[in-house]
């Protein structure tokens, strides 16, 4: 992970934590083309957790955790992102393992981001 590819795992965590109340506790990012591709582990609260061990919360959870986070973005453009890597966002694409807490992240930008910033 290069220094912009953590300085924008650093600012999808200040995002979340801002909006939603708790950031991921580790985040790996990759720049591939016009994707930022976040890793990250440690997503859930302890009363999401909670809400997980039940079968029919976990459903809701998934999709709080998926579609919710997208309108997130949607409502909130990520601006601090965009500043950073002089691109604009595009689209979201969400995923998380509520079992094993690890969630993806790929952000979509109008420009080749992994060109622009390959060491």
Not at 37 to 62: T, Y
Request: hydrophobic share 40%.
């Amino acid at each position: 992970m290069n220094k912009v590819e953590a300085e924008f795992g650093n600012l999808v965590k200040a995002f979340r934590k801002r909006h939603m109340g708790k950031g991921p506790r580790e985040i790996r990012t990759t720049f591939c083309k016009h994707w930022a591709i976040c890793e990250m582990e440690g997503n859930l609260s302890p009363v999401e957790k909670f809400i997980a061990s039940a079968a029919d919360g976990k459903q809701a959870l998934r999709s709080a955790r998926t579609e919710m986070v997208k309108e997130m973005y949607r409502l909130h453009r990520p601006v601090e992102m965009e500043k950073l890597l002089g691109a604009n966002f595009v689209d979201l694409f969400v995923d998380i393992d509520l079992d094993k807490d690890i969630g993806m992240s790929i952000f979509v930008f109008d420009e080749d981001i992994e060109k622009k910033f390959s060491v």
